[in-house]
Structure formats: C-alpha cells, structure tokens
Nanobody, 115 residues
Framework: QVQLVESGGGLVQPGGSLRLSCAAS????????MGWYRQAPGKQRELVAT???????NVVDAVKGRFTISRDNAKNTVYLQMNSLKPEDTAVYYC?????????WGQGTQVTVSS
C-alpha cells in the first residue's frame, strides 16, 4: 500500500501564494506520474498539473504561468507552487501518484482564496 499525505493548504488573499506538498510513503517500488487535481464546490474534479518521473510537466491552461509543479524523487514528494492566486482557484486539492498500473490519492487539502 501507498499513502499520500498533503500539506500546505489554507486561506490566502487574492494575489497571494501557497505551496502544496504531497509525500508518498509505504510500499513504494517506483512512482511514475504524480500530480494534482482540484474540486471546487458543485463541480467535477479537474486536472491541474502532472509531472512524470523524468521531470516533464503538464499544466492546464487555467493555471499556466501561475502554478508550477515539481517533484523530489528521493523524497517521493510532489509540490505545487501556486502564485497570483484567484478566487476561482478555491477548491480542495488532491494529489495523486501512479505506481505501475495503480493510482493512489491523497485525502485532499483545502485552498481558499478570499479577501
């Protein structure tokens, strides 16, 4: 089993920044893609960003230029640096990690952007 634990969420004013972290632990062989989804109230979960084990990244247009995804393979940790936050970024952010053919999810961390 693999456990993912997220941290770094909270309340921030528009234009502010937050850094989310997600650490994987347990029976890890090799983590392939890692990344982040988010789910706003009343909406479906949507992809935010992904990063492959080799470091190539994909960031959706809604956050491109504001959010940066990175990972530390030695620590089995993925990060999401969020800058210039907007009220529409308010959501529960979930990290995920794929190991072989199984996808694991974190419990989610709340990000609220409000003045």
């Amino acid at each position: 089993q693999v456990q993912l634990v997220e941290s770094g969420g909270g309340l921030v004013q528009p234009g502010g920044s937050l850094r989310l972290s997600c650490a994987a632990s347990g029976s890890i062989f090799r983590l392939n893609a890692m990344g982040w989804y988010r789910q706003a109230p009343g909406k479906q979960r949507e992809l935010v960003a992904t990063i492959a084990s080799g470091g190539s990244t994909n960031v959706v247009d809604a956050v491109k230029g504001r959010f940066t995804i990175s990972r530390d393979n030695a620590k089995n940790t993925v990060y999401l640096q969020m800058n210039s936050l907007k009220p529409e970024d308010t959501a529960v952010y979930y990290c995920y990690a794929r190991m072989i053919s199984t996808i694991y999810w974190g419990q989610g961390t709340q990000v609220t952007v409000s003045s």
